[in-house]
Nanobody, 123 residues
Framework: QVQLVESGGGLVQAGGSLRLSCAAS????????MAWFRRAPGKEREFVAT????????YYADSVKGRFTISTDNAKDTVYLQMNSLKAEDTAVYYC????????????????WGQGTQVTVSS
């Protein structure tokens, strides 16, 4: 089993930055793909970014490409999401997710989820 715990959310003004962290525990998961998803009020869960921890390959949703960066520190079993140039429409609960094998934009492909962290961007 893998446990995921997110942190780093908060309130920020539009144009500002936040860095989310996702700490994993429970087993070594260097072969896991990790991802960030988000759910805005009244909307469905949305893919944000994914990274294959073995090779570092990343993939982003078009809505965040060029503004968000996903990265991983395998020694710390932690995945990060650096969010720059934040917009009001980035307001959501952000969730970390993990799975075996390669990353996916489909949330149903992921086996492990964190509890989420709230990001609120004021305009």
């Amino acid at each position: 089993q893998v446990q995921l715990v997110e942190s780093g959310g908060g309130l920020v003004q539009a144009g500002g930055s936040l860095r989310l962290s996702c700490a994993a525990s429970g087993r070594t998961f260097t072969t896991y793909a990790m991802a960030w998803f988000r759910r805005a009020p009244g909307k469905e869960r949305e893919f944000v970014a994914t990274i294959n921890r073995s090779g570092g390959t990343t993939y982003y949703a078009d809505s965040v490409k060029g503004r968000f960066t996903i990265s991983t520190d395998n020694a710390k079993d932690t995945v990060y999401l650096q969010m720059n140039s934040l917009k009001a429409e980035d307001t959501a609960v952000y969730y970390c997710a993990g799975k075996d094998g390669f990353g996916s934009t489909n949330g149903y492909a992921y086996d492990y989820w964190g509890q989420g962290t709230q990001v609120t961007v004021s305009s």
